[in-house]
Structure formats: structure tokens, C-alpha cells
């Protein structure tokens, strides 16, 4: 009978170190992945390894969540904040935001993209003159250049479709061209897309995406197909493109809450990261909301802090029947390595 006791003694044991060998290689992604320590409001992420300083930055919409002024004040006036990974994405440390301003006064930038091409970094950010208190304003795409991700230099604003574009998404063809796609709110709040060789001179744009209204694409190649994103503003859309022009609708991802801390009601404008075979979708969700558009103001005209800060989050995708899958309730292995 003791070699039985001795027997379930190693098997447990055993078991147990399993256990403990299978938590230290999965890599578990904090919930919420970032918090802007300042204001709060951090949105719209975009994630970018920073080849001179080695180690991964996210790059975001640093909404003004602490300040309580009327109505969307606190979306507007907002810098491009920075957040810095050293250890694969594990923690997030705030480093400051970006001087951009290129004409006087208190302006507002939204949404950066930005891509590498022949080691420098170009960003194309969504730009409107001043501060305003409710929706509205000219928008424009600027885009700026930098070999090192902290001095810009501006180099325009983008002549597209209208004077309402904002949410650029870049992707370059396989012929080295390269296309960006963003919203035009002047046309229903639908995606279009324009073609460049050089990134500075853009085609005649022409409508990707129609439909119900939307914003924020993000395109990303993966297992063999180009997808896109949009959000609907109650999850994300997902496309499916074999040639980056004929988008075939998939469903959405993101559309309800997790059990995760902070990640309700659902996930809003993504970044997409594909890094060893590997999917990640970075995103921001308002974990105070009972649904994303949920924004009463109270009788000031002010809406109250906990509708209006928001949370950075990180899931997996997977490629499964045909179409990609988001699974954030369950375990995954979250890890960037270095580039």
C-alpha cells in the first residue's frame, strides 16, 4: 500500500509540475494591457517596433477622460501618446506624447498610422483645427515622417476625397505600390481607398467599403489572406480579401464583453499585429458603458468620467473554417518578440 501512497505522491507531483511548466510558458496579457496614467483616455492604438531603441511602442489617441468639460470636449485638443514595451509587450510604460504641431494654437489629432519604408517611419494622422466641445470640424489625414518615431517632420495634409477623412489604415501591394484606406464621413461614413507609389502622391480615391456606416479600418495580411477591419461601434467587422479590391463580408468580432477586467462592453477601433505566425488585435474598449455609444450628459452638459475613460486590450486571432475567430476568455500566449 505505500508504493501506491508513493506512486500517487509522484503523480501529483508530477501533475502539479506540469502545471506550473505550462503557466511559465504561456505569456498572459495583462487586463487591461494599458491605462493612460495622465488622462486616462487612451484609444485608437497602433503597435510599432521602434528599431532604435528596440523595444515595441504603442502609439494612441490620447483622449482628455480626466478632464470634465461639455459634451465630447474631452475627444478633442488631444496629443498622440506614447506607450513603451521592453519586456515583449508584458508592460506598458507612458513616455510622453509627440510634438506635431505644425501652425498655431491648441489642435487635435486622432488615430496615427504608421509604416516603415526604407528604414523610416511615415505616420499619417487624423488632424482637425482647434478644440471644439461637440462633433464637427474639418478633417484632414497630415502626414509626417521620422527615423527614430520621436521627431516628426510634417511633410502635409493628404488630398483625398473631402474635407471629412480621418482614420488612415496603410498596406503595401506585393508591386511595392503602397494603398491607404480611411473614412469619409461626408459619404456616409463608409471606407475608401487611394493608391501611391511613393506615399506622398495619392490617386483619385474610390469607395472600398459601403454599406452600414463605420470607421477605423485596419488591413493586415494573415494565413494566406488580406482581412480588414472596421468598427461598427458594437464590435468589429470583419472582411476577406484575396487581391486588397474585393472585400468578401465576414462577421463581427469583439461584440460583446469578456470576462476579462476592463473589457466591456465591447471593442472598438483596432490595431492589428502579426508577429511569428501570430495574430494579435490590440483595441480599446469603455468598460463603464453598458454599450459603446451609451453617452448621457448630465445636467452641466458634461459626460460623467466613468463614460468616458477608456481601457487598451490585446486578444488573439485565429484562423479557423475559413474566416478569423476571437476567443478572450480563454488562455493564450501573448508575446512580441524582437525585431
Not at 509540475?17 to 492604438?45: E, I, K, N
Amino acid at each position: 500500500m505505500k508504493y501506491l501512497y508513493i506512486i500517487c505522491f509522484c503523480f501529483l507531483l508530477t501533475s502539479e509540475s506540469l502545471v506550473s511548466l505550462f503557466a511559465q510558458s504561456v505569456h498572459v496579457a495583462p487586463a487591461p494591457l494599458y491605462r493612460d496614467p495622465v488622462t486616462d483616455g487612451a484609444a485608437d492604438p497602433v503597435v510599432v517596433w521602434n528599431h532604435v531603441d528596440k523595444c515595441w511602442w504603442m502609439l494612441y489617441t490620447q483622449r482628455r477622460a480626466n478632464l470634465d468639460a461639455a459634451d465630447v470636449a474631452y475627444c478633442y485638443g488631444t496629443q498622440i501618446g506614447v506607450a513603451e514595451s521592453t519586456d515583449h509587450g508584458q508592460t506598458w510604460v507612458y513616455r510622453g506624447t509627440l510634438d506635431l504641431e505644425f501652425e498655431k494654437g491648441h489642435n487635435t489629432f486622432w488615430a496615427p498610422e504608421v509604416v516603415c519604408q526604407n528604414g523610416k517611419y511615415h505616420m499619417f494622422v487624423s488632424y482637425i483645427q482647434g478644440v471644439r466641445n461637440h462633433w464637427g470640424g474639418t478633417a484632414y489625414i497630415a502626414h509626417y515622417v521620422s527615423s527614430n518615431l520621436w521627431d516628426w517632420k510634417y511633410e502635409g495634409l493628404l488630398n483625398l476625397s473631402s474635407g471629412a477623412v480621418i482614420d488612415a489604415a496603410l498596406c503595401q501591394k506585393s508591386d511595392g505600390k503602397w494603398l491607404i484606406w480611411y473614412k469619409d464621413e461626408s459619404s456616409g461614413a463608409h471606407t475608401f481607398v487611394a493608391e501611391s507609389s511613393d506615399l506622398y502622391n495619392w490617386s483619385k480615391p474610390k469607395l472600398a467599403i459601403g454599406g452600414d456606416a463605420h470607421e477605423g479600418p485596419n488591413i493586415f495580411y494573415f494565413s494566406g489572406y488580406y482581412w480588414m477591419l472596421t468598427d461598427e461601434w458594437r464590435g468589429l467587422r470583419l472582411y476577406k480579401s484575396e487581391d486588397l479590391e474585393h472585400w468578401e463580408k465576414q462577421g463581427l468580432i469583439l461584440d460583446g464583453p469578456s470576462s476579462r477586467p476592463e473589457d466591456k462592453p465591447s471593442g472598438a477601433h483596432a490595431d492589428v499585429l502579426v508577429v511569428a505566425n501570430r495574430a494579435y488585435v490590440f483595441y480599446f474598449t469603455h468598460p463603464g458603458r453598458k454599450s459603446h455609444t451609451e453617452s448621457p450628459i448630465d445636467s452641466n452638459g458634461v459626460l460623467p468620467y466613468e463614460l468616458r475613460r477608456s481601457s487598451i486590450q490585446v486578444a488573439p486571432l485565429i484562423y479557423q473554417d475559413g474566416t478569423l475567430v476571437c476567443d478572450r476568455n480563454g488562455d493564450f500566449d501573448f508575446y512580441l518578440p524582437s525585431e
